[in-house]
């Protein structure tokens, strides 16, 4: 299957590089795109070693005068899925907001599969917007949710908001590629 991976600036990113490299064990093809603030949590190169396939950036996209990659990479995948995903990436792509590599190419997506995996503070999780935003997800795109999970987050507070396991993630996307 091919599986593109949208991550976002939570501090959850650091786990994607190894959640990459089990699912590149299981035959999954990965391309990633990374936002520009997730470089704070997680090294691009990383994501391409563990890939072995570029890392896709800001950069790449509107520095190209000769490729459109936001619809490259949403025509290349079979499944797409953001993890993590911030209240702010959801935001964007519920309101059509467009301003980087990873937002385009959601929207590029057509009916393809969107894996959504949120990780974010525990009142963030709770906001009403949130469960609002996920909704309008699901009329726009053909979403599948993988909800947080409890535990001590990188602020410190314990609760709902934790980048679910890898073993939950994977269980999500082998649903996907048995298809």
């Excluded at 980048?163 to 993630?169: G, N």
Aim: hydrophobic fraction near 40%; charged fraction near 20%.
């Amino acid at each position: 299957m091919k599986l593109l991976i949208g991550i976002t600036s939570s501090i959850a990113a650091y786990r994607i590089p190894n959640l990459i490299s089990t699912l590149t064990k299981k035959d999954y093809e990965i391309k990633t795109i990374v936002t520009e603030k997730a470089k704070a949590f997680v090294a691009p190169q990383a994501l391409s070693v563990m890939s072995q396939n570029p890392c896709y950036d800001d950069r790449i996209e509107w520095g190209s005068t000769e490729r459109v990659y936001h619809i490259e990479l949403a025509r290349w995948c079979d499944v797409c899925m953001i993890s993590p995903l911030t209240a702010n990436t959801l935001a964007k792509i519920v309101n059509g907001i467009c301003d980087n590599l990873l937002t385009s190419t959601v929207r590029a997506l057509g009916d393809k599969p969107l894996i959504l995996a949120p990780a974010m503070n525990t009142k963030m999780w709770e906001n009403p917007i949130t469960k609002h935003h996920l909704e309008l997800a699901s009329k726009f795109y053909n979403t599948t949710v993988i909800p947080p999970v409890p535990k001590r987050l990188a602020d410190g507070e314990v609760g709902i908001g934790g980048l679910a396991d890898d073993q939950t993630i994977i269980e999500a996307l082998s649903r996907f590629a048995a298809k």
